[in-house]
């Protein structure tokens, strides 16, 4: 949002930044203009603000920790709240809340680029393919109720996922160990190995809480019943 740079490949430093893309359609006028003629100065803006604000060092820290707690009270994850928490908490001490429509702004995009980045999630991805891979067929007995929460035979549901994935052509990159740790990070993770029945023999199924996530609910809804 600082730099006036292209969007960075590598993904984690991705989630650090602040994105906001300006569409085609509305690059003209004099803001897009004035926007241009800024890009070389944009790289500089933080050493600045760091120079700036060096004898106000607890304040800033106040003031980012202030809107990184808002924004987590309304349900985005620590690195989102604390990305856009930086960019609020400098803005709202420089400009000593001036501007609040700048203030609203942040709020509204961190809310869309945290519902982008939980659509993007490998964890997400897996779980909306389960009723793509039933219908397929692709999957049986697979997934399951037990004892209120959702049981997933992973091994079977990630090999059947590769396949689909596979025969569309598209790029399949995940490993099952890293998309198991992925899950282990979630608020709705329970278990990673437990045996549970599947049709006729146990299998280790990945374990989830479905009162702690919409779309792992939906799959709940619709699983075998105990």
């Known amino acids: 949002m600082?730099?006036?740079q292209d969007t960075p490949m590598d993904l984690a430093l991705q989630q650090r930044c602040v994105t906001v893309r300006l569409k085609k359609d509305g690059a003209t006028g004099t803001?897009?203009?004035?926007?241009?003629?800024?890009?070389?100065?944009?790289?500089?803006i933080m050493p600045v603000l760091a120079?700036?604000?060096?004898?106000?060092?607890?304040?800033?820290?106040?003031?980012i920790k202030k809107m990184r707690d808002y924004l987590r009270g309304k349900g985005l994850d620590d690195r989102t709240a604390i990305t856009y928490g930086i960019v609020m908490g400098t803005y709202?001490?420089?400009?000593?809340?001036e501007?609040?429509?700048?203030?609203?702004?942040?709020?509204?995009?961190?809310?869309?680029?945290?519902?982008?980045?939980?659509?993007?999630?490998?964890?997400t991805q897996f779980l909306e393919a389960i009723g793509d891979l039933k219908a397929r067929r692709m999957?049986?007995?697979?997934?399951?109720?037990?004892?209120?929460?959702l049981a997933i035979h992973f091994s079977a549901v990630f090999s059947a996922w590769?396949?689909?994935?596979?025969?569309?052509?598209?790029d399949f990159s995940f490993k099952p160990r890293t998309l198991l740790k992925e899950f282990s990070e979630e608020p709705y993770f329970?278990?990673?190995?437990?045996?549970?029945?599947?049709?006729?023999?146990?299998?280790?199924?990945?374990?989830?809480?479905?009162?702690?996530?919409?779309?792992?609910?939906?799959?709940?809804?619709?699983?075998?019943?105990?």
């Open 92 to 97: 709202d001490l420089l400009l000593e809340g």
């Open 162 to 170: 590769e396949e689909m994935l596979g025969r569309r052509k598209r």
């Open 31 to 44: 803001k897009f203009l004035a926007l241009n003629a800024m890009i070389g100065e944009m790289g500089g």
């Open 190 to 226: 329970v278990d990673a190995s437990r045996r549970v029945w599947m049709g006729k023999s146990q299998q280790r199924a990945l374990i989830l809480d479905p009162k702690l996530d919409e779309l792992v609910m939906d799959i709940f809804e619709n699983a075998e019943g105990e």
């Open 51 to 63: 120079e700036r604000f060096v004898k106000k060092k607890e304040q800033l820290e106040g003031s």
């Open 2 to 4: 600082v730099s006036g």
């Open 99 to 123: 501007n609040k429509k700048f203030l609203d702004f942040c709020v509204t995009h961190a809310e869309e680029s945290f519902a982008e980045k939980e659509a993007e999630k490998p964890t």
């Open 139 to 149: 999957i049986q007995d697979c997934v399951r109720q037990t004892g209120g929460q």
